[in-house]
């Protein structure tokens, strides 16, 4: 038979305490804060023979925070940059029924509302460059004598 896992030397506790604090305000609350980014991917569905926002496609989203983000979209890579706004974008949900009213929302699920963001990235599908480094042009008085071949 296998050992309990709670034995006597495990304690009940009624409640949670704060652990005690050497100074006063030595602990600080820090709140995650969410922010909505909009996606922007209309230039690479155009440039794409097919339809990279097809059912069951991985989605792969790295570097968000750094100068070019990359997204991977099934085998297509696409590069971003970050859009300056000005002021706000609204970010509406499409339903296909827009004459059908809202049901009461009971927390479980996402609103539907519309939203806005602040921030955009544009991404477009990236191009592989064959970049060849030319090999730099040596004169004949540059060269060593056992490279020179007798004239």
């Known amino acids: 038979m296998a050992a309990p896992v709670v034995d006597a030397s495990w304690e009940r506790v009624d409640a949670f305490e704060?652990?005690?604090?050497?100074?006063?305000?030595?602990?600080?609350?820090?709140?995650d804060t969410s922010e909505l980014i909009v996606l922007d991917l209309a230039q690479?569905?155009?440039a794409s023979s097919q339809a990279p926002t097809a059912p069951g496609t991985?989605?792969?989203l790295t570097g968000l925070e750094t100068p070019t983000p990359m997204i991977k979209v099934g085998d297509t890579v696409m590069l971003g940059v970050h859009d300056e706004l000005l002021g706000s974008e609204m970010v509406l949900e499409r339903t296909a029924d827009a004459l059908t009213p809202l049901g009461p929302l009971d927390g479980s699920r996402p609103s539907g509302a519309s939203s806005t963001s602040t921030r955009r990235i544009t991404f477009t599908p990236a191009r592989r460059t064959t970049h060849q480094v030319p090999a730099p042009e040596v004169e004949e008085e540059d060269m060593p004598l056992a490279w020179q071949a007798p004239v």
């Open 18 to 31: 704060p652990p005690p604090m050497e100074q006063e305000g030595a602990w600080e609350l820090v709140e």
């Open 44 to 46: 690479a569905e155009s």
């Open 58 to 60: 991985d989605v792969v």
